[in-house]
């Protein structure tokens, strides 16, 4: 019984989890606030119930013109993130490298944006962060432990530091 219930859980997705439905829902709010600001595009969900690369497509007229990762930060203000985390955003290597080999293998490849969103202060920082030739943006690299998910634990791996002082800022409401 143990045994099959530990199987179980290895295989569900954050998603399924109450925090990962959390994270769903400001995700939403981050597109809102996106499409409220830019109403010619909208974003539009990867699929959930499976393991995907990214998070979304920006879409414009029917057609894909971006895909985004998105990171909402529940534990920090805007303003926090700016001072305790000099205004940068913490994303695996090994997440990057795979969308950027994507993004190449792609028949028509297109840029990834990355949409960093803080529900506190219902602020959202827009960068591109891949290219659609594969290039990622300039970031330092560093090792370090961070949290494993959504739903906690640790991991220890590579870790891109991608300054956002450049990045587009959109308030909500």
């Known amino acids: 019984m143990q045994l099959e219930l530990r199987k179980r859980m290895a295989h569900r997705l954050d998603i ?8 769903l829902a400001q995700e939403k709010e981050a597109y809102s606030i996106f499409e409220a600001r ?3 595009f909208s974003v539009l969900h990867t699929d959930k119930t499976k393991p995907e690369p990214f998070d979304g ?8 013109t971006s895909i985004v990762e998105t990171k909402c930060r529940v534990d920090v203000s805007f303003g926090e993130f700016v001072t305790r985390y000099h205004n940068k955003w913490l994303v695996t290597e090994a997440k990057l490298q795979t969308i950027a080999n994507y993004i190449v293998a792609s028949d028509t490849p297109v840029p990834l944006y990355g949409f960093l969103y803080f529900p506190d202060s219902k602020a959202l ?7 659609k030739s594969g290039e990622i943006t300039a970031r330092e690299l560093k090792h370090t432990n961070t949290q494993a998910t959504v739903n906690g634990g640790i991991a220890h791996r590579l ?3 991608i300054p956002m002082n450049d990045a587009m800022l959109l308030k909500g409401s």
Request: cysteine-free; hydrophobic content about 45%.
């Open 57 to 64: 497509w920006i879409v414009r007229a029917g057609k894909v």
């Open 38 to 40: 830019f109403p010619s």
């Open 125 to 131: 920082l827009i960068k591109k962060i891949i290219e």
């Open 159 to 161: 870790n891109a530091f």
């Open 16 to 23: 399924d989890t109450e925090r990962g439905q959390a994270t």
